[in-house]
């Protein structure tokens, strides 16, 4: 998650940036290319952290008239065998490192940052405050100033406020509070502390304070007289210094500033087409990182009937199932039937499960009993449907449904038809959320029990392999086990439309 947030992050600060540099940069539109910087930073944080499920209709799989059927395989499918999985191990170790390495950097910009302050404060304490006409000035040998600190102004003691260039630095710097560019430069600092790793917010900042120069320059200097101003302002650029956080009037690199001075203040229409571009860009850029496609049918466009399906969560108790470290299969699949039953109402379906916590259904302390137990309870419920839940951890595997195979004696055939569009309608709609093999699963040796042993039509849905790194994100994740509900229950109501 934290490898996927960074990424997205220096992809989304870096394709901003890039449009500021190669549209925006060095032009005169100094308020429109400030709010662009701030965004840069705002916009690949929220890109990081904001999901926006965007609920599509698939309409190949709405299909009311019937299902395109998918084709059937044999399987020699068994139940899964406790394995330790050294692979995910190593994964996690890297992110925990990964993780060490993020919050180090965090703790060191946060360090620089509390010390730019505190020099910042310690120079307001040892300046001596001066009113001058409507200006309160902090006196000071600092080479720092003439800089402004939010609403504080320093002014270097060597230099007579009084002076003709004085009032046009003054008026400079005044610029800065009336505008707020010390938040500016806080909020592009906290940025840079929570996103230190990219190159890109460092750029952006250093960048938004060459445009709040921009734009006090443009104000300070008279209208035929930015030669002259330029002038005095290569004067105050010799000998001075710079602190975080503070907006100092020798702001460099200096041949920037005096070229944007001298620039010509008619916008061109290709600057006004690049800032009408801007916000479509940053939003496209934005919502390309957000927003997840989901496959959704509602009752409304399926025109479904309200029906049971009973929901059967794989093991339970001492029979752990599937494990992969401290992961169990029990505990997976109950989690899967309990968001399966949370989404139901949103598909017009009612749910009945088999097992409400870690124990086998209907109080049995034997496995062969509880699938007997498994098929009772599906068989008394006169449902639509039969699923029952479970997750595998071979390494070669992803998700996979099965249906009866009907050779085992004990089925009845009759069902194996709706099994099979039931098993599709569930594949087809999986596969928006998690890799499925694309064919229908029957176990021929042995059959599967409570499919070969249910009265109504039945599906077993493999919903994934805990060894496979792309699946255990999602089995694991709540989000992902939503997601995957929903793609389940959407199936479910497909087949039950066109059932």
């Given at each position: 998650?934290?490898?996927?947030?960074?990424?997205?992050?220096?992809?989304?600060?870096?394709?901003?940036?890039?449009?500021?540099?190669?549209?925006?940069?060095?032009?005169?539109?100094?308020?429109?290319?400030?709010?662009?910087?701030?965004?840069?930073?705002?916009?690949?944080?929220?890109?990081?952290?904001?999901?926006?499920?965007?609920?599509?209709?698939?309409?190949?799989?709405?299909?009311?008239?019937?299902?395109?059927?998918?084709?059937?395989?044999?399987?020699?499918?068994?139940?899964?065998?406790?394995?330790?999985?050294?692979?995910?191990?190593?994964?996690?170790?890297?992110?925990?490192?990964?993780?060490?390495?993020?919050?180090?950097?965090?703790?060191?910009?946060?360090?620089?940052?509390?010390?730019?302050?505190?020099?910042?404060?310690?120079?307001?304490?040892?300046?001596?405050?001066?009113?001058?006409?409507?200006?309160?000035?902090?006196?000071?040998?600092?080479?720092?100033?003439?800089?402004?600190?939010?609403?504080?102004?320093?002014?270097?003691?060597?230099?007579?406020?009084?002076?003709?260039?004085?009032?046009?630095?003054?008026?400079?710097?005044?610029?800065?509070?009336?505008?707020?560019?010390?938040w500016d430069l806080l909020i592009t600092e906290l940025l840079g502390v929570l996103i230190w790793f990219s190159p890109f917010i460092h750029i952006a900042r250093k960048e938004l304070q060459l445009v709040h120069e921009f734009a006090a320059d443009a104000f300070a200097a008279e209208t035929g007289a930015e030669l002259g101003y330029a002038e005095q302002?290569?004067?105050?650029?010799?000998?001075?210094?710079?602190?975080?956080?503070?907006?100092?009037?020798?702001?460099?690199?200096?041949?920037?500033?005096?070229?944007?001075?001298?620039?010509?203040?008619?916008?061109?229409?290709?600057?006004?087409?690049?800032?009408?571009?801007?916000?479509?860009?940053?939003?496209?850029?934005?919502?390309?990182?957000?927003?997840?496609?989901?496959?959704?049918?509602?009752?409304?466009?399926?025109?479904?009937?309200?029906?049971?399906?009973?929901?059967?969560?794989?093991?339970?108790?001492?029979?752990?199932?599937?494990?992969?470290?401290?992961?169990?299969?029990?505990?997976?699949?109950?989690?899967?039937?309990?968001?399966?039953?949370?989404?139901?109402?949103?598909?017009?379906?009612?749910?009945?499960?088999?097992?409400?916590?870690?124990?086998?259904?209907?109080g049995t302390t034997d496995i062969t009993s509880a699938l007997r137990k498994r098929s009772e309870m599906g068989n008394a419920a006169n449902a639509s449907l039969f699923l029952s839940i479970h997750v595998d951890n071979a390494q070669d595997e992803h998700a996979s449904v099965f249906i009866p195979s009907g050779r085992n004696g004990r089925e009845d055939?009759?069902?194996?038809?709706?099994?099979?569009?039931?098993?599709?309608?569930?594949?087809?709609?999986?596969?928006?959320?998690?890799?499925?093999?694309?064919?229908?699963?029957?176990?021929?040796?042995?059959?599967?029990?409570?499919?070969?042993?249910?009265?109504?039509?039945?599906?077993?849905?493999?919903?994934?392999?805990?060894?496979?790194?792309?699946?255990?994100?999602?089995?694991?994740?709540?989000?992902?086990?939503?997601?995957?509900?929903?793609?389940?229950?959407?199936?479910?109501?497909?087949?039950?439309?066109?059932?």
């Open positions: 998650m934290l490898l996927s947030a960074m990424i997205k992050v220096l992809v989304v600060s870096g394709l901003l940036l890039g449009y500021y540099w190669l549209f925006l940069r060095n032009r005169r539109q100094h308020q429109f290319n400030r709010f662009f910087l701030l965004a840069v930073g705002v916009v690949a944080v929220l890109a990081a952290f904001v999901k926006i499920d965007w609920v599509i209709r698939d309409s190949e799989l709405i299909q009311q008239s019937g299902i395109d059927l998918l084709p059937l395989v044999a399987s020699d499918w068994r139940e899964a065998s406790p394995v330790l999985a050294p692979a995910t191990t190593t994964r996690l170790n890297w992110q925990g490192l990964l993780f060490l390495v993020y919050a180090a950097g965090c703790l060191v910009s946060f360090a620089r940052f509390l010390q730019s302050i505190r020099r910042l404060q310690n120079m307001k304490k040892t300046a001596e405050p001066v009113q001058y006409l409507s200006y309160r000035l902090y006196m000071t040998d600092s080479p720092t100033a003439p800089a402004v600190y939010f609403s504080t102004l320093f002014w270097p003691r060597d230099i007579d406020p009084a002076g003709n260039f004085s009032q046009q630095i003054l008026k400079h710097e005044q610029y800065h509070i009336q505008q707020k560019h010390g302002l290569l004067e105050q650029h010799i000998s001075r210094s710079k602190l975080r956080l503070a907006i100092s009037f020798s702001q460099p690199p200096l041949k920037r500033r005096v070229t944007m001075l001298l620039q010509h203040r008619k916008k061109s229409i290709y600057v006004k087409i690049a800032c009408w571009l801007a916000l479509p860009v940053a939003a496209l850029v934005f919502l390309s990182m957000t927003v997840r496609p989901q496959t959704r049918f509602s009752s409304a466009t399926l025109k479904a009937p309200r029906a049971t399906i009973v929901v059967d969560a794989g093991h339970g108790g001492p029979d752990a199932g599937a494990v992969v470290g401290e992961l169990q299969e029990k505990d997976i699949s109950l989690a899967l039937v309990k968001a399966i039953a949370a989404e139901a109402k949103n598909y017009n379906l009612d749910i009945v499960l088999t097992r409400h916590d870690d124990a086998l259904p209907g055939l009759s069902l194996i038809p709706a099994c099979t569009a039931a098993g599709t309608a569930i594949v087809k709609s999986m596969s928006a959320v998690i890799t499925t093999r694309p064919a229908l699963q029957q176990r021929f040796d042995k059959g599967i029990w409570v499919l070969d042993n249910s009265t109504i039509p039945s599906v077993l849905i493999e919903c994934g392999s805990l060894a496979q790194a792309s699946d255990k994100a999602i089995l694991t994740d709540p989000v992902g086990q939503q997601k995957l509900a929903k793609a389940i229950l959407a199936g479910v109501q497909q087949y039950v439309a066109a059932h």
